[in-house]
């Protein structure tokens, strides 16, 4: 019989070949078949085996899939709601995935190796720190939240040392077996090479015969202990199917060992062109150990550089303090950050990481968020305005009210974005697995040709020559060059851009921003600051008084910015708030109510429309001149009669002009879309040097503009801050969010600018422009090092120069191949933004 099943949770052909070889594996399935693109498996079975049978292999494997009926819709959420539970409970254990991004979003609970490319898993940073415990240092089972003295004997309480983290463990772990390997490695090749010093001083002391069984006896620690796991990598590629590096390491090294110790047991069994002059065989004891040893020593410079492509975000990680001074009842007390609540008052001293998101309440203070913004300048900060954590605090105290704790924080949604961005896959990575799918198995295929030709036709000892250019071949392969081009460069990217105040939601968003033609920006919040104040009241037949009521009290249940400007505005002026019924929000045009039994409209120029109010005009010319000078004039009407209007300004930002220019300097087409008037946005564009701008623009209106540049072929960016911009933002190829702008704008968008502004765009398009310049440099190195090293190594220059190349130099050029990909992709680090 043949069933269909939906699965859930696969990325990539990885996760399909793990989920096809877990479903085979199950007994009474005589075969499963998986689909990637569908997101289903048809399993044909015996006779029929319950779904808990596959849930559970399924579960047992990692939980990271899941499998259902596909009349079951419900259970592909439950899938995502327990997955995200438990990547929350790991959070105190670690959460740990492949580097290569072998099985794309899949992670592990516990470090090891990958299951696909046999890689060392590398450990996701926490989005919180730990909050500091005290241990006493005679009794460490004593641990306290905070300091003071031991109830058994007395002494003070010291803090206890974090854990270090799984990276650093694998990297010393890895470290002390390489110099184990070193220590055993280095008089195995001395006495190797004594062969070639005449008259050889070590054979007066035994034959070449016990010399190369004291050869062996060095090689067991390094072949056994220190090495053996490139071994069980390479035993579990083969077995699972997952050919990658170690299983060319394990077949070079181990057949060079194995041959040897073959050898030396039963030297008879051999032909003559495989021994030395004095009857024993060619032993390659030598060449396994050192093989394996650099092999080792790259692994080893692989966890040190993996160390610190993710330094970006441990960086911001320590910008959150450890201690927050609370204020109960008028006094203060330290508490850990993670005993903060909303609603905590909370005093920050001069110098001091601001502990969490909040508003001040008391006091003044000019803080630094260039760590989390990019920006230098510190941003001077009174009553009312929003910090962040992990900013620092200038020369003054203040007062401030906790809004946002724990993972709700800025600096906390900055490292779960860099994080989750970090282990996406960038389009261009499909190339890089599409070649590695193939790999293997053809330097494999050209390692036995290799044998083959060299045997026939090769020069006496033919069998010789033969072996030793065919593991040359295994070892200078090197598929993890290529599997580490992309990810490496992402991560380090993302790192960079979180510290510049761009925030990436994927890598896909990363690569397409590089082939952008068109770049659609909104007004209001974007361009300018967004933060509206109301310059005057005008009014014909209603006093001005009466105008600003009837707006004030329109706009007390709107969200819109301009509302929240002409609110504050009738409070400074103690304009009193009529009741209001029956009122309605039009997005993108205005709203409307009824007030003292009268039908009010407060908008603009399509809302009076809609309203069918009349205007004289000497109140239209009045407004038509305030609006040339790139005012927002919304029109207020009662009784189909426009009545009065409110003069607001939005000063524009100070890059924005500048921005604009070097995003015109790099060939990419501007254009505003705003819902303002026609005269407003043409007296912005004009001072901004912007040719094309279109006003009047409701939501629909600029989804339209989007796809209708996408028809023509076109890349289209849109970057935006309110719900108006929300379904531009989401179907445009790149979405670009401006962090001061609602969660629904950001939600849509695949790049978000923590500062808000254009000076931001011009960071991510360099960004993007330089990591994709690395891929494509990490993928041409690791593509032409294999191009050039296969060949060299099964030894086409041997009949033109005479040239071998040596497995033990193999060995080392391959170690190196990887390291230099990582150490590439972190000249990202350094790379700048913005022009100085």
């Not at 450890?322 to 950050?337: F, P, S, W």
């Amino acid at each position: 019989m043949k069933h269909t099943y939906k699965i859930h949770g696969m990325t990539c052909n990885g996760c399909r070949d793990h989920v096809e070889q877990t479903l085979n594996g199950i007994k009474g399935v005589s075969n499963a078949s998986v689909n990637l693109e569908k997101a289903e498996a048809i399993i044909e079975m015996e006779k029929h085996i319950p779904l808990k049978v596959f849930e559970k292999a399924l579960e047992d494997d990692g939980g990271s899939y899941s499998i259902f009926l596909p009349e079951d819709a419900e259970a592909a959420q439950k899938h995502k709601t327990k997955k995200e539970e438990k990547r929350a409970n790991q959070n105190s254990s670690g959460t740990f995935y492949c580097p290569m991004h072998c099985e794309g979003e899949k992670t592990y609970d516990k470090p090891g190796d990958c299951p696909v490319c046999g890689m060392d898993l590398v450990e996701e940073v926490k989005t919180s720190n730990a909050a500091t415990e005290y241990t006493c240092p005679m009794h460490p089972e004593i641990i306290r939240d905070e300091p003071g003295a031991c109830p058994i004997c007395g002494m003070d309480l010291v803090p206890k040392e974090v854990d270090e983290s799984a990276e650093n463990k694998t990297y010393i772990t890895l470290l002390k077996k390489f110099w184990i390997a070193v220590a055993f490695t280095v008089p195995i090749f001395l006495i190797a090479m004594s062969e070639m010093i005449p008259n050889n001083p070590l054979y007066d002391l035994m034959p070449m015969k016990y010399w190369n069984w004291v050869q062996l006896g060095l090689s067991l620690p390094v072949v056994f202990y220190a090495t053996w796991m490139f071994f069980e990598r390479a035993y579990k590629s083969i077995k699972t199917r997952n050919l990658n590096m170690f299983t060319l390491i394990g077949i070079g090294a181990g057949v060079a060992w194995l041959f040897s110790v073959f050898g030396m047991l039963f030297p008879d069994f051999f032909p003559d062109q495989f021994k030395t002059e004095s009857g024993t065989v060619h032993v390659y004891i030598e060449a396994a150990a050192v093989i394996l040893t650099l092999v080792l020593m790259g692994q080893v410079l692989e966890a040190r550089a993996h160390n610190r492509t993710s330094s970006a975000v441990k960086e911001l990680l320590k910008l959150a303090p450890n201690k927050a001074i609370r204020i109960v009842d008028g006094k203060e007390e330290t508490i850990a950050i993670d005993k903060i609540e909303v609603g905590d008052k909370l005093r920050v001293k001069p110098g001091e990481k601001i502990p969490v998101d909040g508003r001040i309440l008391e006091g003044e203070s000019s803080v630094d968020e260039s760590m989390i913004t990019g920006e230098p300048v510190p941003v001077s900060k009174a009553e009312g305005d929003k910090v962040s954590s992990g900013t620092i605090n200038g020369k003054q105290t203040f007062v401030m009210k906790a809004e946002k704790v724990g993972s709700d924080t800025l600096l906390s949604q900055i490292i779960e974005m860099v994080n989750k961005a970090s282990r996406s896959r960038a389009p261009i990575q499909k190339l890089a697995d599409r070649i590695s799918g193939w790999f293997v198995p053809i330097v494999v295929l050209i390692s036995v040709i290799t044998f083959i030709i060299w045997a026939i036709f090769g020069p006496e000892p033919s069998y010789v020559y033969a072996l030793v250019n065919a593991i040359a071949v295994l070892i200078i392969a090197c598929p993890c060059a290529l599997g580490l081009a992309t990810p490496m460069s992402v991560m380090v990217g993302v790192g960079k851009g979180a510290q510049n105040g761009v925030l990436i939601k994927n890598a896909e968003a990363l690569e397409t921003l590089n082939k952008i033609d068109v770049l659609i920006i909104d007004k209001t919040g974007t361009i300018t600051e967004g933060k509206p104040s109301v310059e005057k009241v005008g009014s014909e037949d209603f006093s001005e008084e009466e105008v600003l009521q009837y707006i004030v009290s329109l706009n007390q249940n709107s969200e819109h910015p301009l509302a929240d400007a002409t609110v504050k505005y009738g409070k400074e002026k103690n304009s009193e708030v009529l009741k209001i019924k029956d009122f309605n929000s039009v997005t993108g045009k205005g709203v409307t109510g009824t007030i003292n039994g009268k039908k009010a409209t407060l908008g603009n120029e399509k809302m009076m429309e809609e309203a069918g109010a009349s205007i004289s005009e000497a109140l239209q010319e009045k407004i038509s001149e305030e609006q040339k000078k790139g005012k927002t004039v919304p029109m207020l009407s009662v009784e189909g009669k426009v009545v009065g209007y409110v003069v607001i300004s939005d000063k524009i930002k100070e890059n924005s002009k500048t921005a604009i220019a070097e995003l015109q300097e790099k060939g990419i087409q501007v254009i505003m879309l705003t819902g303002d008037n026609h005269d407003t946005a043409k007296a912005v564009a004009s001072e901004l040097n912007l040719a094309d701008f279109k006003a009047e623009m409701l939501p629909q209106n600029k989804l339209e503009v989007v796809e209708k540049l996408q028809a023509e072929g076109k890349k289209v960016a849109m970057a935006g801050d309110g719900i108006n911009d929300a379904p531009a933002l989401a179907k445009s190829d790149v979405g670009i969010a401006m962090g001061t702008g609602t969660d629904v704008a950001i939600e849509s968008a695949g790049i978000t600018l923590v500062k808000g502004d254009l000076h931001g765009i011009v960071k991510a398009f360099h960004l993007s422009e330089k990591v994709m310049s690395n891929i494509k440099q990490n993928l041409f190195f690791a593509l032409i090092y294999n191009t050039l090293g296969v060949p060299i190594a099964a030894g086409v220059l041997y009949p033109f120069f005479g040239i071998l190349l040596s497995p033990m130099i193999a060995a080392l050029a391959m170690s190196f191949s990887s390291v230099s990909v990582i150490t590439n992709a972190l000249r990202l680090r350094t790379a700048k933004l913005i022009k100085k």
